[in-house]
């Protein structure tokens, strides 16, 4: 894969996360409420929260490992040329004569 896809592919998995991040409190928020009813409403067992909420708290866990698989790449590339810059500047720098 192409170094641009993967810091693109990067972004998205942390723009994911981070939509997980947000979406799985308040998921939990729904899935309390419904299991405890409110007021006169009785307790109910909402199956499509169950599954969302164990999709994406393994989507959670997912997305860590895959954002890090994608960039061990990138961070080797980059390192790599950083190294390989500085070894040739430091041996094309000229050494004054040692009297």
Not at 27 to 35: E, K
Request: aromatic share 8%.
């Amino acid at each position: 894969m192409h170094l641009r896809l993967r810091v693109v592919a990067c972004f998205t998995a942390i723009a994911g996360a981070r939509v997980a991040n947000l979406m799985v409190p308040q998921l939990y928020r729904i899935l309390v409420d419904a299991l405890a009813g409110s007021g006169d409403v009785e307790p109910t067992f909402p199956l499509w929260a169950v599954i969302l909420y164990v999709v994406l708290k393994l989507f959670q866990s997912l997305a860590r490992d895959v954002r890090g698989a994608i960039w061990l790449d990138v961070e080797q590339d980059t390192s790599r040329r950083i190294k390989l810059r500085v070894f040739s500047h430091l041996h094309s720098l000229r050494c004054p004569a040692i009297h």
